[in-house]
Nanobody, 121 residues
Framework: QVQLVESGGGLVQAGGSLRLSCAAS????????MGWFRQAPGKEREFVAA????????KLADSVKDRFTISRDNAKNTVYLQMNSLKPEDTAVYYC??????????????WGQGTQVTVSS
């Protein structure tokens, strides 16, 4: 079965950086778009970033566009989220997701367990 394991979260001060990783198994990784969502306490899960199967197309939410970068290594079945200039409002549990294209993430029912990111002011 499909398994997604996120890592790299933690506590960081505002302005700091973190790099999240998501290791995937149980699927032909290079055939799928991959993405990141996040959910803050009391809020809906929201889209953060996505990358096409080849890595040639990326999509980022407006709130993170100038600060976050998504990348992937198909040889390692891993997708990354580099987060720079972190703000307290980035505090959330970050989830990895599988999709058909960067335009329709969140449709397939494959999610990781999440990794907590906490940004202190």
């Amino acid at each position: 079965q499909v398994q997604l394991v996120e890592s790299g979260g933690g506590l960081v001060q505002a302005g700091g950086s973190l790099r999240l990783s998501c290791a995937a198994s149980g699927l032909t990784f290079s055939s799928y778009a991959m993405g990141w969502f996040r959910q803050a306490p009391g809020k809906e899960r929201e889209f953060v970033a996505a990358i096409s199967w080849s890595g040639g197309i990326t999509k980022l939410a407006d709130s993170v566009k100038d600060r976050f970068t998504i990348s992937r290594d198909n040889a390692k079945n891993t997708v990354y989220l580099q987060m720079n200039s972190l703000k307290p409002e980035d505090t959330a549990v970050y989830y990895c997701n599988v999709g058909w294209t960067v335009q329709n993430m969140g449709v397939l029912p494959y999610w990781g367990q999440g990794t907590q990111v906490t940004v202190s002011s």
